[in-house]
């Protein structure tokens, strides 16, 4: 079963430090989305994807994140000098364009920042 | 401004009974609402969706209830079990096909005790 996949999968970092995190959605799904989840609360939308085109992002998204999706399938999120806010779990989803077409989670990143 | 409020934040429930689980949104472009479930050191996972054109749609133990009107929607398990232990969360989109991003309740931890 091929569904969604992040790597890595923990990563400890010092504040001030950039990171980058993969994800690989399901093979045809055309839209990929990122969220970050904190301890105790819900998934928060961060932004997502059609194919490359990032189609939005959330104010939650600062200048310091940046997303893509280069060729339609992968994405990487990257964190510029991390802040001890930034420490969440970083979940990445998939779904396919049409109707009735759920989005599908990955097991997320998690980021720590000492 | 919390758009999609989620209660109560924990819930025990014996083997065998009921668990029920409320939402209530305020955008009223919502309309796509799903419910995923997840387990600790794992992403969300669909469990049910429903669309505001139906006031209930049951899969196998679990039933969402849907009032358009009061803005509501509910999730009801029945003959509930240990293995349903997890944190449940309500979502919204205003995607009628479900792809587009979702607004997420803070979640209820259920457990479930024999």
């Known amino acids: 079963d091929t569904g969604v996949s992040q790597n890595p999968r923990h990563k400890i970092t010092k504040r001030g430090q950039n990171v980058t995190f993969r994800c690989d959605p399901i093979s045809e799904h055309n839209r990929l989305y990122w969220y970050r989840q904190t301890l105790g609360q819900g998934p928060e939308f961060l932004t997502y994807f059609q194919n490359e085109a990032q189609l939005e992002k959330s104010r939650l998204l600062s200048d310091r994140f940046s997303a893509e999706r280069p060729k339609g399938s992968f994405s990487t999120l990257e964190i510029q000098r991390t802040e001890q806010g930034d420490s969440a779990m970083y979940l990445c989803a998939s779904s396919q364009d049409g109707g009735n077409q759920p989005q599908h989670f990955g097991d997320g990143t998690r980021l720590s920042i000492l | 401004q919390q758009q999609v409020k989620q209660s109560p934040q924990s819930l025990i429930v014996q083997k065998g009974g009921i668990s029920i689980i409320n939402c209530a949104y305020e955008n009223t472009a919502f309309d796509y609402f799903p419910w995923y479930q997840q387990f600790p050191g794992k992403g969300p996972a669909l469990l049910i969706a429903?669309?505001?054109?139906?006031s209930e749609k049951k899969e196998g133990r679990f039933t969402i209830s849907f009032n358009k009107s009061a803005k509501q929607f509910s999730l009801h398990i029945m003959d509930s079990q240990p293995g349903d232990s997890a944190t449940y969360f309500c979502a919204a989109s205003k995607g009628y096909s479900g792809n587009t991003p979702l607004v997420f309740g803070k979640g209820t931890r259920l457990s479930v005790i024999a």
């Open positions: 429903i669309r505001p054109d139906v």
